[in-house]
């Protein structure tokens, strides 16, 4: 599963490739039901990656490479295994113990709602003495009852205890979730989604996220590692939803998914750019560019289907991986093109694809298990990167044991050690487009089609061609860096080239 010490022998290949900060998945002490997003310890190093000590050297040596700590707060649930819910087991009804919880009494021998669990089946687990308790994802967590002023006492504690390791923020887990309506209402709709409700964006939340950002602000911000920060991870299933969270005095930084969600078409994509760039509005508060992440399909398998669909898992068979990896190329150079801070999972910058055919027998994360399969969940996503060598685990593994997830045998092809190499290389691109990255205000050019032209400050210019043929490039410029071959001033379909007067 890798460690804190194999992270700090890869710290210098982060600093080559540019990263200036690294946000890291839950690390903490955790049974690993749901990838370490069930914690049992919100303040130590499950022994899998190390210690404390492990985490703090890790920190003191990105710092010597100008790279920034993210560490990732889980605060909507914890671990079943966490001595908190532990002692609410062991407590009595109405105890304060079951009080930092949602335990309620069932209604006709079933459940006290009908809310649904977003991996699958009730969001309700019965305990012994027949109280229910709430859990949104997996039985095996918990939610907090974020009513109870005792849960977020707590949870300020967690976050200074970080904040004074030396971390420079944290990444909001389920932000929009934490506080449920009191009278946990029935909902006439109990598919799980990402509207508001009774259980997500309620408006407690404001309050929350003002407290937490004068936490953040009582750390110097003059010294490394600066202003701390938050991010916050929210769902919406509408564009629209996004704009109540930009709030000056709450988050920094609100996670911008739209991306993940825009099929390859040069006028959705204008439409997503200009919606994330306005929506912040006169607020100091922004919108990152997220392209992927640890919970959606892997962009090259995303834009290398028939039909675009942001959670579906096609065979194999039935994905282009050449066609979705010149896309996924293209998007590199556009989301790195483009004003303000960019995230890039781990993997993408080697242009990996999804891992489809893992067996079931393999296959760790609970939306698997609790769909009974007809899910295949995130496992995918989630596969260890190949580093060297031409045979799994891939330089992964100091001892050559197997990774968690079994990495492909076509890897071998996508090695950093091989991309490293090739100067053609998707790694070698990211590289590149890192360093080069351009500054100034955006402007839309005039553009063919099918196609993306924007400028960025004096003499700069990103095209992206979204059509089916190749397009002129425009006079006067010259290519500093495109994704794919660029010949007789054309600019093929599925390519992007950053251009300079």
Known sequence: MGDFAGVRARLPYLADLGVDAIWFSPFYPSPMADGGYDVADYRGIDPRFGTLGDFDAMLAEAAQH???????????????????????????????????????????????????????GSAWTQVPDGQWYLHLFDSSQPDWNWHNPAVGAMFEDVIRFWLDRGVAGLRVDVAHGLYKDPLLPDAADPTPSDRPSAWYHRPELHDLYRGWRTVLDSYPADVFPGERTAVGEFWFDEPEGMLTYFVDGEMHQIFNFLPIATPWDAGAWRKTIDFSISAAGETSVVAPWVIGNHDVPRLVTRYGKPEFDVWGHPAPEDVDVELGGRRARALALLQLALPGSAYVYQGEELGLPEVLDLPDEVRDDPIFHRSKGERLGRDGCRVPLPWSGDAPPFGFSPDGAATWLPQPE??????????LSDPTSTLRLYREAIRLRPSGPMRWLDAEPGVLAFARGDGFACLVNMGDAPVPLPAGHEVMLASGPVTDGLLPADTAAWLTA
């Open 410 to 419: 076509d890897w071998k092809r996508r090695t950093v050690e091989v991309q």
């Open 66 to 120: 100008d790279m920034r700590v993210i560490v990732d707060l889980v605060p909507n649930h914890c671990s079943s295994a966490h001595p908190a819910f532990q002692a609410a087991l062991a407590a009595a009804p109405g105890s304060p113990e079951r009080e930092m919880f949602l335990f309620r009494d069932g209604r006709a021998d079933g459940p006290p709602n009908n809310w649904q669990s977003i991996f699958g």
